[in-house]
């Protein structure tokens, strides 16, 4: 299984960005679908998940200004970031599991300047 993060640039803070998770598998296969992000000299923390396609968590700091989502039909999982803010700054990565396996995709490199 692969997945491919894309999506990432540099943008001005409240700006926004839509970040795409291509997987080899079936979308639909995973049950669940989760983006995490690292700044640099900083623990990766999670950002938000799927585990269907209405069960949505996010993070506090993400809550109301982000959306996670997922297109079973074209392998897809997204995520709409708004109003970004300099501390949005960070490598994503997303994430699936099924059956007790857990994938990592690439990361995708997220700028925010104020």
């Known amino acids: 299984v692969q997945l491919q993060a894309s999506g990432g640039g540099s943008v001005q803070a409240g700006g926004s960005l839509r970040l795409s998770c291509a997987s080899s598998?079936?979308?639909?296969?995973?049950?669940?679908v989760a983006w995490y992000r690292q700044a640099q000299g900083k623990e990766r923390e999670f950002v938000a998940s799927i585990a269907s396609l209405t069960s949505t968590k996010y993070a506090d700091s993400v809550e109301g200004r982000s959306t996670i989502s997922r297109d079973n039909e074209k392998n897809t999982a997204y995520l709409q970031m708004n109003s970004l803010k300099p501390e949005d700054t960070g490598v994503y990565y997303c994430?699936?599991?099924?059956?007790?396996?857990?994938?990592w995709g690439q990361g995708t490199q997220v700028t925010v300047s104020s």
């Open positions: 994430t699936a599991g099924r059956r007790g396996d857990v994938y």
């Open positions: 598998a079936s979308m639909s296969s995973f049950n669940w």
